[in-house]
């Protein structure tokens, strides 16, 4: 077991500095990769093993890739698992009892179950479009925040297919409704032509808009794109 913090032989805190991995993936139903947090050298703490020493980048990567699989897919933590293996296993009857007639009352009986499997799987079908509705109407990234929490407290009725699908919208959602909202605010902090910095508030407006634009979409990118247009001639001679 190792008491100490490894690090490359020879290395000091600032060889650190600024050295950090950002890992980012493709989700199942989207077509854009999402990214996680950079992870910074510096940052990690626990290092009990001498291939931080030895293999410095692996252990990083490995790290980074495990922080965004716990973040974005935690149901399939660094592997990729079928429904079978997800889901628990009915075991099988090696030797089954023969099979007896059913009476009146059991017929019925199995009828009452089996309405009443339908409208749970109607009640599952109505909350997740509940769900679907408040993911695209999230103005807030608390809105945000508490559909995901919302979501994660009924992963047991949904289901992995539809807990999957959901929380990976709400989690877009929410880096969209982040996104719109740090554009939207260096827009309406640009000083009118001819203040001030107004052409270098102008400037970081642009910049932002390009950073945003992978979480925002086309649409709502074109959107500010033609106000940052219109707006150019005054600011940019």
């Given at each position: 077991?190792?008491?100490?913090?490894?690090?490359?032989?020879?290395?000091?805190?600032?060889?650190?500095?600024?050295l950090?991995?950002?890992?980012?993936?493709?989700?199942?139903g989207?077509?854009?990769?999402?990214?996680?947090?950079?992870?910074?050298?510096?940052?990690?703490?626990?290092r009990?093993?001498?291939?931080?020493v030895?293999?410095?980048?692996q252990?990083?990567?490995?790290?980074?890739?495990?922080?965004?699989?716990?973040?974005?897919?935690p149901?399939?933590?660094?592997?990729?698992y079928?429904?079978?293996?997800?889901?628990?296993r009915?075991e099988?009857?090696?030797?089954?009892?023969?099979?007896?007639?059913?009476?009146?009352?059991?017929?019925?009986?199995?009828?009452?179950?089996?309405?009443?499997?339908?409208?749970?799987?109607?009640?599952?079908?109505?909350?997740a479009?509940?769900?679907?509705?408040?993911?695209?109407t999230?103005?807030?990234?608390?809105?945000?925040?508490?559909?995901r929490?919302?979501?994660?407290?009924?992963?047991?009725?949904?289901?992995t297919?539809?807990?999957?699908?959901?929380?990976?919208?709400?989690?877009?959602?929410?880096?969209?409704?982040?996104a719109?909202?740090?554009?939207?605010?260096?827009?309406?902090?640009?000083?009118?032509?001819?203040e001030?910095?107004?052409?270098?508030?102008?400037?970081?407006?642009?910049?932002?808009?390009?950073?945003?634009?992978?979480?925002?979409?086309?649409?709502?990118?074109?959107?500010y794109?033609?106000?940052?247009?219109?707006?150019?001639?005054?600011?940019?001679?």
């Open positions: 077991k190792y008491t100490v913090t490894e690090r490359v032989r020879g290395w000091t805190d600032e060889d650190e500095i600024g950090f991995v950002q890992v980012g993936a493709i989700l199942r989207e077509s854009e990769i999402t990214w996680g947090e950079p992870l910074y050298l510096s940052g990690v703490v626990t009990n093993s001498p291939l931080w030895s293999n410095p980048k252990q990083i990567a490995y790290l980074g890739v495990k922080y965004w699989a716990r973040l974005y897919c149901e399939v933590i660094l592997g990729v079928s429904p079978d293996e997800v889901e628990q009915e099988r009857e090696i030797n089954p009892v023969p099979v007896q007639r059913m009476s009146v009352q059991e017929i019925t009986s199995e009828v009452s179950t089996t309405t009443s499997a339908q409208e749970s799987a109607t009640n599952v079908d109505a909350v479009d509940d769900l679907r509705e408040r993911i695209d999230a103005s807030s990234v608390d809105q945000a925040k508490a559909i929490a919302d979501i994660e407290s009924q992963k047991a009725l949904l289901g297919a539809l807990f999957t699908e959901l929380k990976n919208k709400a989690v877009k959602r929410y880096y969209q409704v982040d719109q909202n740090k554009v939207e605010a260096v827009i309406n902090s640009i000083p009118n032509s001819g001030p910095e107004a052409a270098e508030m102008f400037a970081k407006a642009e910049s932002t808009l390009s950073a945003a634009k992978r979480h925002l979409g086309d649409e709502l990118h074109d959107k794109r033609i106000t940052l247009d219109d707006m150019k001639p005054e600011y940019i001679g």
